[in-house]
C-alpha cells in the first residue's frame, strides 16, 4: 500500500477511483450482475473466479466498505453484514455447530448474551462464560475437547469492562482455537485487536463507525493469521470438501487469509441473507471518512465530563477507564493508550428515583436506547432495557438501580457539562 497512517485508511481506504471514475464511493443499487454466458456464471456460482452475480452474497459497494474496515484493523479479509447482531452469530457460527462449545466473557453486549445464551445454545452450541477479570485457572477450566473458539469485547456495552487481549489470545492459542473480538466500541482508531493477538474481529458498524444514528450494520474482519489447516481437526467446515461447492476446501483454494471470510460468504450468506444494502454501506463510509477526527473528539469530551462526574458532590460514583482510579485503568494504558470511546457509566446519588429524574430534566442529552453517535443521549438500564429485573437480580447484572449510561456526543463540552450541572442540581 501506498500509504501507512490510520487517518488516510480512514478517508480513502478500500477504494481507488480509477481514470475518470466517481470520487464517492459508488452505490451499486442492483440485486443481480449480467453475463454474456452461463459458462461466465457458472464459474461464479463454483467460486472458480471472482465476481459478482446477485447482492445477497456479494454487493461492489458493500465490498469496498468491508475493504476499508478490513484496512482499518489491518485484516486479510472482511465482509458487511446487516447489523453487528448477525457479524456476531456468523462469526461464531462459521467454526462452532451442533454439539460444539465456544467460551465466552459474560461481560457483553445484551444482545450478544441472548444471542448465545439461548438462541445459539437451542441450535446446539453451548457456551461457557466467564468473567473478563476471572484467573488464568478459572480461564483454562472453562476449556472443553469441543471448545471451537474464545469471544469477548475490547471495552464492553455497557458493562465497560476492558479485556486482557493477551491473555485470552495466549489461551485461545494453547487450546488451538482462535479469539474472536467484538471491538464495536473502541474501533479501530482505538484499538487493533489483531496486533494483540485476536484473530477475528467483529463490529457493530451502527455505533461510532456510521456515527450519525443512521445506518445499522456489522463488519466481520479475519486477520489471516489463525492456521486453521494446522487443527484440521478441529475445524472440518474449513478443512475438508463442501460439497455445496462441488468439493471446495476453503483452506486449500483461499488460504489461510481468505477462507473464513469466503465460506462465511458461500454458506451463511447465502443462506441466511443477513446482508447490508449498498445504500446503508455508503452510509457507513461516510462516517468511516471521519472515525478518526470523531473518536478523538468523543473521548476528549467524555473524559472531561468523567472527571467532572466524579468530583461532583451528587454523584456517587463513575466508571470510565479513562479515569486513574477505575479498576480497567490499568488495561486500557496498555491496549486504548489513545482513548477508548465515549461511553461514561455513573451513579446519581439518591438511587432509581434520583436518576430518573435527573434524566428527564436533561435537556441536551436525550433519552435513547442508543449509544455511540454524534449526539449525546443517555439510558437508565434499571427502568428500560432491564426493567423486568428486580434489584437483587439487577445487581448480578452488574446495573445497579442508580447507574445512568451517558454516551457523550460531539457537542461542546461546556454545554454539555452546564446541562448535567442544572439537572443535577434539581435532584
Ligand atoms: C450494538 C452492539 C451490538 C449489536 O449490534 P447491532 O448493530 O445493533 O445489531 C453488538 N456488539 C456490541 C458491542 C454492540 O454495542
Known amino acids: 500500500m501506498y500509504y501507512d497512517q490510520l487517518e488516510t485508511r480512514c478517508v480513502q481506504g478500500g477504494y481507488r477511483p480509477g481514470n475518470g ?41 458493500c465490498d469496498l466498505v468491508a475493504r476499508k474496515i478490513c484496512e482499518l484493523e489491518g485484516g486479510s479479509a472482511a465482509m458487511l453484514t446487516s447489523s453487528g447482531q448477525a457479524a456476531n452469530f456468523f462469526a461464531v457460527f462459521n467454526i462452532a455447530g451442533c ?47 469441543n471448545t471451537k473458539a474464545v469471544f469477548g469485547e475490547t471495552i464492553a456495552n455497557p458493562a465497560l469492562t476492558v479485556l486482557d487481549i493477551e491473555r485470552f489470545a495466549a489461551a ?11 471491538n464495536t466500541f473502541a474501533t479501530p482508531v482505538n484499538c487493533r485487536p489483531f496486533r494483540w493477538g485476536a484473530d477475528i474481529v467483529t463490529h457493530s458498524t451502527t455505533k461510532y463507525m456510521d456515527g450519525h444514528a443512521s445506518a445499522l450494520g456489522g463488519c466481520i474482519v479475519d486477520s489471516g493469521n489463525f492456521d486453521w489447516a494446522a487443527h484440521a481437526a478441529t475445524f472440518p467446515g474449513l478443512t475438508t470438501p463442501d460439497e455445496s461447492y462441488h468439493g471446495v476446501v476453503y483452506t486449500e483454494k483461499f488460504g489461510r487469509g481468505g477462507a473464513f471470510i469466503t465460506k462465511c460468504t458461500a454458506q451463511l450468506m447465502r443462506d441466511f441473507g443477513c446482508c447490508q444494502s449498498p445504500q446503508s454501506a455508503y452510509l457507513l463510509n461516510v462516517g468511516l471518512e471521519s472515525l478518526h477526527v470523531r473518536m478523538q473528539r468523543h473521548c476528549e469530551n467524555a473524559q472531561a465530563i468523567a472527571e467532572h462526574l466524579a468530583g461532583h458532590e451528587k454523584v456517587a460514583w463513575v466508571r470510565y477507564c479513562g479515569l486513574p482510579g477505575d479498576p480497567y485503568h490499568a488495561l486500557a494504558q496498555k491496549y486504548l493508550p489513545n482513548g477508548s470511546c465515549g461511553v461514561v457509566s455513573f451513579g446519581v446519588r439518591g438511587g432509581r428515583q434520583a ?29 428500560t432495557t432491564h ?6 437480580e439487577l445487581a448480578a447484572a452488574g446495573v445497579s438501580p442508580d447507574l445512568v449510561r451517558l454516551s457523550v456526543g460531539l457537542e461542546g463540552v461546556r454545554d454539555l457539562i452546564a446541562d448535567i450541572d442544572q439537572a443535577l442540581a434539581a435532584v
Open 172 to 182: 485461545a492459542h494453547r487450546h488451538g482455537v482462535p479469539l474472536i473480538v467484538d
Open 387 to 392: 426493567r423486568q429485573m428486580n434489584d437483587a
Open 21 to 61: 471514475e466517481p470520487r464517492a464511493v459508488p452505490i451499486i443499487q442492483s440485486t443481480t450482475f449480467k453475463y454474456d454466458t452461463s459458462e461466465d456464471m457458472g464459474k461464479l456460482f463454483d467460486l472458480e473466479a471472482e465476481g459478482y452475480f446477485y447482492s445477497r452474497l456479494q454487493n461492489p459497494t
Open 355 to 383: 436518576a430518573e429524574a435527573f434524566m428527564g430534566r436533561l435537556k441536551i442529552a436525550a433519552i435513547a436506547t442508543h449509544v455511540a453517535d454524534a449526539r449525546t443521549c443517555c439510558l437508565h438500564p434499571a427502568s
Open 99 to 145: 454439539g460444539d462449545h465456544v467460551v465466552a466473557s459474560s461481560s457483553i453486549y445484551g444482545g450478544t448474551f441472548n444471542l448465545f445464551s439461548v438462541t445459539m445454545r437451542r441450535m446446539g452450541v453451548d457456551f461457557t462464560f466467564v468473567s473478563p477479570d476471572c484467573s488464568d485457572e478459572e480461564l483454562e477450566a472453562a476449556f472443553r475437547d
